[in-house]
């Protein structure tokens, strides 16, 4: 955090710029809004922003484990109102289990630290799946790659970034 904020003084974060650009390739244009504090969680955000938690769309980087044992990571989008309910997901997706992946996993897979985790704006494409209770809300918010940073997007918008599949995270 401390890094980010000292960037930030010089202008947008790497991270804030490979999310602006990634969204463009997508065709969207987007708006950072930077808070004045981090917002590790998307109660946090909510407030910040006075918005419903359930607008908030989480980024959640887990490890799913096929039923060999490999494992791949893939990203869930889901509204801070609730919890994946990770034993549905995996039937859903046909593995075995899925496991929370760690923050160094996280790193590596996003760019990213944990809190900031943006939809888009990785090394690399990540499988990503959205969970289309987001899609109640007519407005969503997503971090932008930084703690301290937020966008807002349309449901459709959120699936098209990200080439999302939409599903159920939870029964």
């Known amino acids: 955090m ?3 904020a000292g960037v930030r003084e010089q ?3 790497r991270r804030n710029i490979a999310v602006v650009e990634s ?15 981090g917002a590790p969680t998307a109660k946090a955000a909510a407030g ?5 938690v359930g607008a908030i769309a989480n980024s959640l980087i887990f490890r799913a484990i096929g039923r060999s044992g490999a494992g791949r990571t893939i990203l869930v989008m889901t509204s801070g109102a ?8 995996a039937e859903v997706i046909d593995v075995a289990r899925i496991e929370r992946a760690t923050p160094d996993q996280v790193l590596k897979a996003t760019g990213q630290i944990i809190g900031g985790v943006a939809p888009c ?7 990503t799946y959205v969970d289309r209770a987001l899609s109640g809300y007519p407005q969503l918010w997503a971090a932008a790659g930084t703690v ?17 599949t939409e599903v159920e995270v939870a029964p």
């Open 148 to 164: 301290d940073s937020m966008f807002p997007l349309s449901y459709e918008e959120l699936v098209r970034l990200t080439d999302g």
């Open 11 to 13: 202008g947008m974060h």
């Open 23 to 37: 969204a463009a390739v997508k065709g969207l244009e987007i708006e950072i809004r930077f808070l004045d504090h």
């Open 82 to 89: 609730h919890r994946v309910d990770t034993a549905h997901l």
């Open 2 to 4: 401390r890094e980010e």
């Open 48 to 52: 910040h922003l006075g918005v419903d």
């Open 121 to 127: 704006g990785h090394p690399a494409p990540v499988e």
